[in-house]
């Protein structure tokens, strides 16, 4: 970890404004990434805003029957709260399913949207990596895949997100509500927070430097049957190879998102149109133009069965 | 206190002198890929003062703000109970409790710290007045090498007070319900501490003792 200055915001604006006065200068709420990727120099901060005590930790009914998540809920609170448990049980599952409880209880939930792939090229510093060093090459592609991205990839990179909690947050249209360093407010819908890697994976989100979330916004309940299904290659504590986010009506319509396949949570609403037509239509729009590789080309055919399976517990 | 010395790094170092060329000669190409990394800033960070409250008592130190709780815990407070084991937050074994929640220590900063609650394994019991989870650890040789034991332990007395409060788990059927004091449930919600011994049902058999639950 190369050296840095630590500093405790006090408040949003004063959070906002260091960051955006001081080069290199990076938030840090749980630090379960941030500090591992630091301690391998991919990320390399001189200064770090500890954005802990800015009393962004609150859950609150908003006035159009949705709900305020702030963006230092701890990822254990959030899925353990009452209302979201009852009217957005998709989000307490997705939650649920990742990582560990130690890590839940450390994560936020600005920390999870904005957390970095888990490629294993863009944590080895020995390898090309255009994530990491834009221009020198993506080791993925020709490499080791299996985890890798099958829809929105480009020649430069591959990578997938790795968040089971934004896919969910995609299902449910979610927005997030930012501060800038001048100060204003904004909401971006969580279909705009994340890019798609194109030829600057760098980049991998639409905020402006020291741009700081302050809350992930749900609208009003839709009701349906929630279903977040991820599918691992060990039960608990693992990634998803791939995961299923969906919200099934009692007519047969609903929505659905998937994880693990794309540079950002995948949500195509118009093959939603094919939900009642069964799996293989849906899946057919949903990853409509996948491409893939040797090594993750069993993505397209778990998807399927996946939502399949999924389609079929929301009849139950 | 005097100079942090174990006896295990003391040995370590005395055979690495005495193996002589062939290990130097192995260790040659890792040096040289470690190379690429950026090197370290000219100027280091200026120290910082900090108060630490582990298990009722509070510490004053100056660190380094780079130095993690866990190597706060080790290094500078002399509390070794806690185990360094993968270092980025996939074993376990640095599992501490904080204000209630166990975290892995080696994910956040010791400088993040200040302020909270930390109670580490020497803080849950001691030798003589063993914490009723350690004694159960014992009574159903819940461990091997006894590496991962203590974050094993913390994680273990955090995750059925996590359960009394409700929090529910991947395997929690109902949502809307109390979590249910289950073997299934301790297994899911012991996913983050590995044990590479595979002292798994052993250290399972322990919990439900603790839990009051039959196995």
């Known amino acids: ?226 279903i977040y299904r991820k599918v691992r290659d060990r039960a608990s504590y693992a990634f998803a190879l791939i995961s299923v986010a969906a919200i099934v009506q009692r007519d047969g319509t609903g929505r659905v998102a998937v994880g693990g396949v794309a540079h950002k949570p995948w949500r195509v609403e118009e093959a939603e149109r094919n939900m009642h037509r069964g799996a293989k239509a849906l899946t057919a729009g949903v990853l409509a133009n996948a491409r893939t590789t040797p090594d993750n080309a069993f993505k397209v055919l778990l998807v399927e069965r996946t939502i399949g399976s999924v389609l079929n517990e929301a009849k139950v | 206190m005097t100079e942090f010395n174990p006896s295990r790094r003391k040995f370590i170092q005395t055979t690495a002198v005495t193996s002589g060329v062939a290990i130097v000669a192995k260790l040659a190409p890792e040096a040289e890929a470690k190379s690429v990394l950026k090197p370290q800033q000219a100027t280091q960070p200026a120290k910082v003062n900090i108060l630490l409250r582990v298990n009722g008592s509070e510490h004053q130190i100056m660190i380094d703000p780079r130095t993690t709780l866990l190597d706060a815990l080790r290094e500078r407070l002399y509390l070794t109970g806690t185990k360094k084991g993968c270092d980025q937050g996939q074993c376990g074994a640095c599992t501490v409790i904080v204000d209630g929640r166990r975290i892995t220590s080696c994910l956040t900063l010791a400088v993040m710290q200040e302020g909270h609650d930390i109670t580490t394994i020497e803080g849950l019991g001691t030798p003589t007045n063993l914490h009723l989870m350690q004694a159960a650890f014992i009574k159903h040789d819940g461990y091997q090498c006894g590496f991962c034991t203590p974050g094993q332990i913390c994680s273990a007395v955090a995750m059925l007070d996590e359960i009394k409060a409700g929090i529910p788990s991947h395997v929690t059927t109902n949502l809307n319900k109390r979590p249910e004091m289950t073997n299934i449930e301790f297994r899911e919600r012991m996913s983050g501490n590995i044990c590479r011994c595979g002292a798994y049902s052993n250290i399972q058999e322990a919990i439900a003792e603790v839990a009051g639950v039959r196995t």
Do not use: W
């Open chain 1, 1 to 226: 970890m190369i050296g840095f200055t630590y500093k405790r915001a006090t408040s949003v604006a004063e959070a906002a404004a260091i960051a955006a006065h001081t080069n290199d200068s990076k938030f840090i709420a749980g630090g379960t990434n941030l500090l591992d990727l630091m301690k391998l120099q991919v990320e390399t901060p001189t200064y770090l805003i500890d954005i802990n005590d800015l009393g962004l930790d609150k859950i609150q009914p908003t006035t159009d029957g949705g709900l305020r998540i702030g963006a230092l809920v701890r990822n254990t609170d959030l899925a353990a709260n009452e209302i979201v448990r009852r009217d957005y049980a998709v989000l307490s599952r997705a939650l649920l399913a990742g990582a560990s409880a130690q890590l839940r209880n450390q994560a936020t939930t600005s920390g999870n949207l904005l957390q970095r792939t888990r490629c294993p090229y863009f944590y080895d510093t020995n390898m090309p990596c255009n994530k990491r060093e834009p221009g020198s090459g993506c080791s993925a592609i020709g490499g080791y895949s299996r985890q890798h991205a099958i829809v929105g990839v480009s020649d430069s990179c591959i990578a997938t997100h790795p968040s089971d909690m934004a896919i969910s947050m995609r299902v449910l249209d979610a927005t997030v509500e930012t501060v800038r360093p001048n100060g204003s407010t904004r909401t971006i819908p969580i279909a705009e927070l994340h890019r798609l890697p194109g030829n600057t994976p760098h980049i991998e989100h639409t905020l402006e430097t020291g741009e700081l979330i302050t809350a992930v916004i749900l609208p009003k309940p839709v009701g349906g049957i929630h």
